[in-house]
């Protein structure tokens, strides 16, 4: 079953924050997170595995609430280079399977 | 470099043709996936394989077929079948487990003609 992205899209001005969710109504094992850009291919951002850690990279970061099988991504002061759709995937199992699904997107534009 | 690499990267069908779309990966991965894009949308699985010889529908494999003869290869057909095949391909590779991250290729974008 496919997770819930919220918001569908965002826009920023340079340096202001943004949350993206991510939620499932299936217990989750791990939460994928990618960035895509216009017509490139998704970028992997991080992975989060049940347990509720927060992992960052830069100046996003991202937690795992495993009880209410959700993440959510930290986007902190947002640069230019910040705007694409930002997927979520999520998988109910330690071995990926057909079981991995992708969350719609959401959008994030990134104006100067 | 390691990778994967789609090809072609642009692609037309006509009406009633079978058209491949290959993928090659040389990062060693085990598991192999096509996905579709249609235009503002997310990515819907087509293809899974976990080994060779060995292959899973995803939920619209309606009208596409694979083959996984070699590891690094992973080629997908658009049969005539499909009956709207106009889309954004990517291919991905990964390892088995769950806490290993998609790799990507640079997609294919096939139209009708």
């Known amino acids: 079953q496919q997770p819930v992205q919220s918001p569908q899209a965002v826009i920023l001005r340079e340096g202001e924050d943004a949350v993206i969710n991510c939620s499932s109504s299936?217990?989750?094992?791990?939460v994928h997170w990618y960035r895509q850009k216009h017509g490139e291919a998704p970028v992997f951002l991080m992975i989060?595995?049940?347990?509720?850690e927060q992992k960052g990279h830069e100046k996003i970061s991202a937690s795992f609430n495993e009880k209410k099988q959700q993440s959510s991504l930290y986007l902190t002061a947002s640069q230019l280079s910040y705007s694409g759709t930002y997927f979520c995937?999520?998988?109910?199992?330690?071995?990926?399977?057909?079981?991995?699904?992708f969350g719609p997107g959401t959008r994030l534009s990134v104006l100067p | 470099d390691g990778g994967i690499t789609q090809s072609p990267k642009y692609l037309f069908r006509k009406e009633g043709q079978n058209v491949t779309l290959s993928c090659e990966q040389n990062?060693?991965?085990?598991?192999m996936y096509w996905y579709r894009q249609d235009p503002g949308q997310g990515l819907r699985l087509i293809y899974y394989?976990?080994?060779?010889?060995?292959?899973q529908k995803g939920d619209i494999a309606e009208g596409y077929s694979v083959s996984r003869e070699k590891k690094e290869s992973f080629p997908l057909t658009v049969t005539s079948a499909q009956k709207n095949p106009t889309a954004f391909y990517l291919c991905?590779?990964?390892?088995?487990?769950?806490?290993?991250?998609?790799?990507f290729g640079d997609g294919t974008r096939l139209s009708i003609l």
């Open positions: 995937g999520t998988s109910p199992r330690d071995n990926y399977g057909q079981n991995f699904v």
């Open positions: 394989s976990q080994i060779v010889n060995d292959f």
């Open positions: 299936k217990a989750l094992y791990s």
């Open positions: 990062l060693n991965h085990d598991a």
């Open positions: 989060l595995l049940k347990g509720g």
């Open positions: 991905a590779a990964s390892g088995r487990e769950g806490f290993q991250p998609q790799h």
